[in-house]
């Protein structure tokens, strides 16, 4: 089992910044991804940002450039997303997401979700 607790959303103004973080807990040594997808309202939950195996990164296209995914292993997984130069579009809840693969099955872990409002 993992857990995933998200912080660090709020409100922002367009062109601003912000960095959402995630602490994995649980059986971290399973994981083998970890990012973050968003959900805006009346829209399906989309992917932002993924990391996996050896700090392989995988963005959206539209937030390419702009966003940066980085991942802290030193005690617990913690997983970072620094989110540059803002769009009113960017506006959504933040999930972290984590893969678990083993021999036997592989599992997806959501966190509660973070929102991030930007202003116009």
């Known amino acids: 089992q993992v857990q995933l607790v998200e912080s660090g959303g709020g409100l922002v103004q367009a062109g601003g910044s912000l960095r959402v973080s995630c602490v994995a807990s649980?059986?971290?040594?399973?994981?083998?991804?970890v990012g973050w997808y968003r959900q805006a309202p009346g829209k399906q939950r989309e992917l932002v940002a993924l990391i996996s195996g050896r700090d392989s990164t995988k963005y959206a296209d539209s937030v390419k450039g702009r966003f940066t995914i980085s991942r802290d292993n030193a005690n617990e997984i913690t997983v970072y997303l620094q989110m540059n130069s803002l769009k009113p579009e960017d506006t959504a809840d933040y999930y972290c997401?984590?893969?678990?693969?083993?021999?036997?099955?592989?599992?997806?872990?959501w966190g509660q979700g973070t929102r991030v409002t930007v202003s116009s």
């Open positions: 997401y984590a893969k678990t693969q083993t021999p036997w099955r592989t599992r997806d872990y």
């Open positions: 649980g059986t971290t040594s399973s994981i083998n991804a």
